[in-house]
């Protein structure tokens, strides 16, 4: 979903520990390091009783307190203060990965990630491989918003996991961003296949674009519940096909602006 075009804040981004488990810290413990799904989405149970809100402590299970412990946090901030949480997804396992794994990282990344296939398997905009597609937990968990890169490996990622979701509240998955997509780079898997190819970014400009992703989020859309379907750099986790929800905190720097 194209994010409407108008002057935003310049925020400073913060991670808010202590809600959920660490995730590179978990990922250290799951096979190869790549974090699988976590119980409970790796919401960590605890008491919501010291904030002068007796009402945080109540039952309802841990979900209902902390959406309750978002709605506090919202309410009683400084201007220019906002909490977001964010379910990051990683795409499903694709045929540029099958590939890579074979050749190597170095053999990849230097001849085959600049062809378009090798006669038996195409990976220009790579899609989702057989086991990529195996069926996804759904998400039951609060979720306002969702943001996918449009390249087809995260579009069918963000079906899978989310279309039974969206089709009971009779809302469309065409929702996408291009500040999402992977580092814009020679690799013809990043390719879009209804696209010319794009210009080379740096590091540098990827990051910049992915914050501009983020403060877009935070100065536009009113969720609190937003899930982003987005690649392993972007996500700077080790991830599976696993859903980490991170608790942002964006704070505008007053006076400056994007």
Request: hydrophobic share 35%; proline share 5%; net charge neutral.
């Amino acid at each position: 979903m194209p994010i409407p075009t108008r002057t935003i804040p310049e925020y400073r981004f913060s991670y808010v520990p202590d809600y959920f488990v660490d995730g590179a810290e978990a990922a250290k413990t799951c096979l190869d390091f790549k974090l699988t799904a976590q119980p409970n989405l790796g919401l960590l149970e605890r008491a919501y009783d010291n904030d002068n809100a007796p009402e945080l402590a109540r039952g309802d299970g841990p979900w209902a307190q902390f959406s309750r412990r978002i709605e506090w946090l919202n309410t009683n901030i400084p201007y220019g203060v906002s909490y977001k949480l964010l379910y990051l997804l990683r795409h499903g396992l694709s045929v540029h990965n099958i590939v890579m794994a074979k050749v190597g990282r170095d053999a990849w990344n230097g001849y085959w990630s600049h062809l378009e296939g090798d006669g038996e398997l195409t990976w220009v905009d790579a899609r989702l491989t057989e086991d990529g597609i195996k069926p996804s937990r759904t998400s039951r968990r609060p979720l306002d918003t969702l943001y996918t890169s449009p390249l087809a490996r995260y579009l069918e990622t963000t079906k899978l996991v989310y279309e039974p979701v969206m089709a009971k509240r009779g809302e469309s998955l065409d929702q996408y961003s291009k500040l999402l997509r992977e580092r814009l780079t020679n690799h013809t898997c990043d390719k879009r296949s209804t696209r010319a190819h794009d210009l080379y970014e740096t590091n540098h400009e990827h990051v910049a674009r992915k914050r501009r992703l983020l403060a877009d989020i935070f100065a536009n859309d009113k969720a609190t519940f937003v899930s982003l379907t987005t690649h392993s750099c972007a996500i700077s986790a080790v991830l599976g096909r696993a859903v980490l929800p991170l608790l942002v905190k964006a704070e505008e720097a007053v006076g400056e602006r994007a």
